[in-house]
């Protein structure tokens, strides 16, 4: 009898600083109104493209987003700064990033009626690492006490999930025991504030999540992972360059292409139906249906991007229940956002069914995991 490996809790540990879409719109316009002053003579000359205003209803529509969360909110409005003021830590004190992984580590081992000592492997996966090396879960492993091996996981949007797929696949390879896959997504340095079309895609939280094998869980909620499935496609059209080589280039570290930008439409055109066609073809591998599903735990970017997958792959629009929705307060959290959508929304699923956590994001990079409540 195989012994099937499940995810036996999950956690998500919130910033305690939030800014809504008015506080947002209201410092962006006001730095756009400074820049157009103090290049008036430019703009009108043709030589510059003016700022435009942005407003709460427009991002509310583009985006579904009404507020997010942000581990550091002192100077994003500061139309002088319009990015977060970190202090930097010396090399003998705990990360920023370490810490919220931390957290959020400690609410999923609560989850799974576990301890530091069950843990042999510990995988950080995210969008952005706030340093090369050492490796930031080597660093929880030595806060949290774990012993075993740990490593940075970078796949942008799909982090979570490809960590996942580790785990699951560490366990079947029996190299691990008990797996501690954490997403610290501390994303708000890497945002352009000054971008209209940007500034208020992004926020900060960190998720994390246990996996074992089934003989040893003991959490109350578990989810058996019936399967994993993965696809990368390159594309330009979301990029973030900043990085060690600017050192070397004589290149502005923190100019506009540096920091998170895209290509929204073009985005929005081509996952949409390569996410739904990677999610149907999960499932069948797994020998479901769509009709099988009960919850579809979804990447929060967008949520139109969202309901047109769920509308692909249902042939209408999935309710709130079927399909969660938590980026209208989390907004964009990277990778952690379909993981947040599962940890909140779990519990009240019945032995038996079946649901499909997915991302989809820069790369292109999709990963999936179909689950079933035991």
Known sequence: ???????????????????????????????????????????????????????????????????????????????????PKLTERADDELSQQAEIAVAAAKIALQAANKHANDVDAVIVSCAYTQRSYPAIAIEVQQELGIQGFGFDMLVACSAATFGLHRAYE??????????????????????NYTDRDSHFIFGDVATASVVEKASTAQGEHQYEILGTKALTSF????RSNFGYITHATDAEPYAA???????????????????????QSHLESCGLGVADVSRWWLHQANINMNTLISKKLLGREATREEAPIVLDTYANTASAGSVIAFALNHTD????????LCSFGAGYSIGSLVLKKR
């Open 235 to 238: 594309s330009n059209n979301i």
């Open 1 to 83: 009898m195989t012994d099937p490996v499940v995810i036996s809790g999950v956690g998500v540990w919130n910033p305690p600083h939030q800014i809504s879409n008015e506080e947002l719109v209201h410092s962006y316009n006001a730095y756009a109104d400074k820049f157009n002053r103090e290049n008036q003579h430019a703009i009108e000359q043709g030589e510059m493209a003016a700022m435009p205003h942005s407003s709460a209803e427009f991002i509310e529509k583009a985006s579904g987003i009404k507020s997010r969360y942000i581990y550091c909110k002192d100077g994003v409005l500061d139309v002088e700064r319009m990015r």
């Open 170 to 191: 560490m366990l079947n390879a029996n190299t691990a025991k008990c797996v501690l896959v954490i997403n610290p997504e501390l994303v708000s340095p890497q945002v």
């Open 349 to 356: 699923l019945t032995a038996g069914s079946t649901g499909v």
């Open 257 to 279: 292409d540096k920091l998170f930008h895209q290509e929204g439409r073009k985005v929005f055109k081509e996952v949409c139906p390569l996410a739904a066609q990677h999610i």
